[in-house]
């Protein structure tokens, strides 16, 4: 974060192993964290949620889904509703061979 001033960041997550529910390799986990930092003046401050799945079939197969949605907000952009975020859907298959 070279050149940027006063940055803080934090973030907290949830992870539930759904094994006890009867679904053995199943992960639900959800995350929220927010960054700002000041950088040549213009404030900068960024949000984002993401919502994760992950599922291990066996020892060589895998997979996860993600959702996340990053909101990035720059109050000096003129207009303090500017919002130059997106949203992010994910998902991959991991095979170990």
Known sequence: LQ???NVRAY???A???MSESGIKGLNVCALYGVFK???NAADAKVKE??????????????????YAMIQDK?????????????DRFLARLHYKF
């Not at 919502?51 to 993600?66: G, H, K, Q, R």
């Not at 720059?74 to 997106?86: L, R, V």
């Open 11 to 13: 973030q907290f997550n």
């Open 15 to 17: 992870s539930v192993d």
């Open 3 to 5: 050149g940027m001033e």
């Open 74 to 86: 720059n109050d000096n952009a003129g207009d303090s509703s500017t919002d130059a975020g997106y």
């Open 49 to 66: 949620t993401d919502f994760i799945v992950t599922y291990e079939m066996n020892d060589a197969l895998s997979a996860d889904i993600s």
């Open 37 to 39: 930092g000041k950088m």
